[in-house]
């Protein structure tokens, strides 16, 4: 499946992802967030708590699902990210059978969209320049933390 461009919503969902992962930075974790979508309406946010909870699991995509609470099923659902998903986070979307990801970076964590894509996921990258300068800035001023979530290769 190839990837889709954006729609008229995407960029101002990821702005209320871009606002968790704020919220991340200022509480001390990894700056990355996540929201989720059914239709129109956002339904469960989540940011990376994993400093603030000693817990690697607590990654935003994860938290996110996680506040969402059980689902009768995740059909129309479409996730948005700040940071393209490491593999513990692509597998808990493919899991549930979120569709739809929206991913607002892959420079600074590439992520493996490509697998993502041959699961027959429907991708969105947005490139988004307020997202891959927040986590840049984070690299630089804390790479020893970045390095030791093992966020060199993902987050």
Known sequence: MPMVEPAGADSAFMQLALAEARKSLTLGSIPVGSI??????????G?????????????????CIRNGGLQPNYVGVS???TLSPCFMCSGAMLFLGIAKVV???CENAAGDIDFLLAKGMEV????????IALVKRFVA??????QSVGAGNQR
Not at 36 to 45: E, K, N, P, T
Not at 47 to 63: F, G, M, Y
Not at 141 to 146: G, N, S, T, V, Y
């Open 47 to 63: 940011r990376n708590r994993s400093v603030e909870t000693n817990d690697p699991t607590s990654h935003a995509e994860v938290d």
């Open 141 to 146: 001023e804390r790479a020893a933390l970045w």
């Open 124 to 131: 969105t990258l947005l490139d988004d320049p307020d997202c």
């Open 36 to 45: 989720m979508v059914r239709g129109d309406r956002v339904f469960a946010s």
């Open 103 to 105: 991913i607002a970076e």
């Open 79 to 81: 996730l948005y990210t």
